[in-house]
């Protein structure tokens, strides 16, 4: 990768982390594409593949696998954290793992072994011993070329580097799996006991000669740290005809038959103390 399509990736993965956090839908949601599925496995390519030319179809291939793996990696470690894996911690985290992988995709890596023009044969290097045996014949010419001792072959060297790089990566993958697994496991644990606030009502009664009709509404699972809450009810002009204060008492359950007009279609709204959308809402429809 040139130092120009570097400063490009870099600009672009800065902007798009300040599009996820301040711009509005559409440009957060394509800002928040590019830093999930494309930025982060692009700047990791020269890192991860410095050594090899790799092919277009490859980069198709890689660069949303790897971004993803980013994203998987970099989820383990949030919650590991103990921090809230909201937008703001995905787009450090993304925009961050880019410059990085940028960055060190500039550092200089280690060279190849220079080839001498037979194609074979390297040329002396620093830590061997050149030795020519007496003048012969055939061998008046010839320069034998003695490792050093604490060299190992050329040919060593270049087997165990691929064997090297699979094993760390299957170590890499078991460890994401593992993580993932460890973490899906965590968290259905942690709300399997989740109290969730519910809004019900029974069928409503016959309508009586006022034109009225009980209707029993009943709110479950309420909160003590919520409350209290407001029980609302509305018709099809808007207008509030039934009101409730619920307090959060025992087991966090309320219920109430509530007397409604039967000709109109009704609104049953919950709202938490303070908040002026309604948390639960219920419609009851009317009578025909």
Do not use: K
Not at 11 to 36: E, H, M, Q, T
Not at 96 to 107: M, S
Not at 197 to 215: E, F, I, K
């Amino acid at each position: 990768m040139s130092a120009l399509t570097s400063r490009v990736l870099a600009v672009l993965a800065i902007a798009a982390g300040a599009a996820v956090l301040f711009a509005p839908g559409p440009p957060a949601v394509a800002a928040g594409l590019l830093l999930g599925f494309v930025l982060p496995g692009m700047a990791l390519l020269d890192v991860l593949f410095r050594r090899r030319t790799v092919s277009r179809v490859e980069r198709c291939v890689l660069t949303p696998a790897l971004s993803m793996g980013v994203l998987i990696v970099a989820g383990l470690g949030i919650h590991a954290a103990g921090l809230r894996i909201d937008r703001l911690a995905w787009a450090v985290t993304t925009v961050g793992v880019t410059l990085a992988a940028l960055a060190a995709a500039r550092l200089p890596g280690r060279r190849a072994p220079i080839r001498g023009p037979e194609g074979d044969q390297p040329r002396p290097v620093a830590g061997t011993t050149v030795r020519l045996p007496p003048p012969g014949p055939a061998e008046a010419n010839t320069a034998v070329i003695a490792p050093a001792a604490d060299e190992q072959p050329a040919e060593q060297r270049s087997r165990r580097g691929p064997l090297v790089r699979q094993v760390l990566l299957l170590v890499l993958v078991a460890a994401v799996l593992g993580g993932a697994s460890w973490l899906s496991f965590h968290t259905s644990r942690t709300s399997h006991d989740a109290v969730v606030t519910a809004l019900s009502a029974t069928p409503p009664g016959p309508v009586d000669a006022a034109g009225q009709r009980s209707v029993r509404v009943t709110a479950s699972g309420l909160l003590a740290g919520d409350g209290p809450y407001t029980v609302r009810v509305t018709g099809t002009a808007g207008t509030a005809t039934v009101e409730r204060t619920v307090a959060v008492t025992g087991d966090g359950t309320w219920s109430e038959a509530l007397s409604l007009p039967g000709a109109q279609r009704m609104t049953v709204n919950l709202y938490r103390s303070g908040d002026t959308t309604a948390y639960r809402t219920l419609l009851i429809s009317a009578v025909e």
